[in-house]
């Protein structure tokens, strides 16, 4: 089944080339979970591993999940206990002292049942700490995107693969799931792109470019840069994209779910 977190085809060697900065711009969030020797943490989108190490480098014994398989392969080659779950289906049962997100709940567009699996899979009291985009995130990418999309008369709002919630969007769904929430802010975060607009594109905008034909990706892809050069790049040719992240901590509150 094509689930909602498999609207893109992940192939590591691309991500680690053109979108590093995402599992490296992850240590604030990091940072907020404060995993302790001894702690059992579930790292949900776990990708290639990368931060899911630093994770078990603090002593906690540690599992990823993540949709894709080439992921999933990835991060078990780095020793990491990674296995192929769909976050919107997690079958744990209170089995995690806290949840840990990076970059990947914006690709699970159904999120209540996402906040349902977590709320199981923690104990009483256990965390859930994490960073997605948020409301207005690579805005500007989109609407380029959905601009070609329009000119061949596809609509490319129907093509998008992300939530994107609001800070008041997002603070509801946990406190209905459960949680009571420490903390939330959208943060503007302008990222610089290492490979360029190019080297986004090729990662993420899979499935905007669905609809076309082979023949025309290309040339939409084309259109698109022109349309994004003027914002998005530098004199000095540097591309940075528009993200805003939504971060948060929360944690299981006694009185459950409403
Ligand atoms: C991210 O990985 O953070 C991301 C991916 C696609 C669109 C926006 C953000």
New binding site residues.
């Given amino acids: 089944m094509n689930t909602p977190e498999q609207l893109?085809t992940w192939h590591p060697e691309s991500y680690d080339r053109n979108?590093r900065f995402?599992s490296d711009l992850g240590e604030p969030v990091l940072a907020m979970l404060r995993a302790v020797a001894g702690e059992r943490i579930l790292d949900l989108g776990c990708g290639d591993g990368v931060l899911t190490e630093k994770v078990a480098a603090a002593g906690a014994s540690v599992v990823g999940v993540d949709a894709s398989e080439a992921m999933v392969r990835a991060a078990r080659a780095r020793g990491i206990d990674a296995r192929v779950v769909n976050g919107h289906a997690l079958r744990f049962e209170r089995e995690f002292d806290a949840v840990f997100s990076?970059?990947?709940l914006?690709?699970m567009r159904e999120p209540d049942s996402v906040l349902a699996g977590v709320a199981r899979a923690l104990k009483p009291g256990g965390r859930f700490v994490g960073e997605?985009?948020g409301h207005g995130?690579?805005a500007a990418?989109i609407v380029a995107l959905e601009a070609v999309l329009a000119r061949r008369g596809i609509n490319g709002a129907a093509q998008i693969?992300?939530y994107?919630p609001t800070v008041a969007d997002y603070r509801e769904r946990l406190i209905s799931a459960g949680f009571a929430v420490d903390y939330i802010a959208l943060i503007p975060r302008p990222?610089e792109l290492p490979t360029g607009i190019e080297g986004?594109l090729d990662?993420?905008a899979e499935n905007f470019l669905r609809p076309l034909q082979p023949a025309d990706r290309k040339k939409a892809l084309t259109e698109a840069i022109a349309l994004l050069s003027p914002v998005l790049c530098d004199e000095r040719g540097r591309w940075t994209?528009d993200?805003i992240?939504l971060r948060f901590a929360a944690h299981l509150s006694d009185r459950g779910p409403r």
Avoid: E, L, S
């Fill in positions: 893109n979108a995402v990076n970059a990947a914006h690709w997605f985009g995130c690579v990418i693969p992300w994107f990222t986004w990662t993420f994209a993200y992240r």
